[in-house]
Nanobody
Framework: QVQLVESGGGLVQPGGSLRLSCAASGMIVSFSGMGWYRQAPGKEQELVAVITSAGATTYPDSVKGRFTISRDNAKNTVYLQMNSLKPEDTAVYYC?????????WGQGTQVTVSS
């Protein structure tokens, strides 16, 4: 059974940074494309970062240059480094395979950007 556990969220001021972690069990993250997704209240879910099994990364324009996805194969963990955070980055952040698998969604981690 696959379990993805997100952590690292919190309250941060605009311009601040956070690093999110996604610890995986029941799957090997380096064998799959992995993504970070976010959902803000009243908005559709948004894909914010992808890392392929080959290590290539992609980002939407909304976070490009500010967010960095990476993975630690030894820890079977995927990370999302978020810099220069803006209030519009406030959301619950989730990791999942890319493309996502319905049964793999975890609890997510709340990120709030506010002064």
């Amino acid at each position: 059974q696959v379990q993805l556990v997100e952590s690292g969220g919190g309250l941060v001021q605009p311009g601040g940074s956070l690093r999110l972690s996604c610890a995986a069990s029941g799957m090997i993250v380096s064998f799959s494309g992995m993504g970070w997704y976010r959902q803000a209240p009243g908005k559709e879910q948004e894909l914010v970062a992808v890392i392929t099994s080959a290590g290539a990364t992609t980002y939407p324009d909304s976070v490009k240059g500010r967010f960095t996805i990476s993975r630690d194969n030894a820890k079977n963990t995927v990370y999302l480094q978020m810099n220069s955070l803006k209030p519009e980055d406030t959301a619950v952040y989730y990791c999942n395979r890319y493309p996502p698998r319905r049964g793999y969604w975890g609890q997510g981690t709340q990120v709030t950007v506010s002064s």
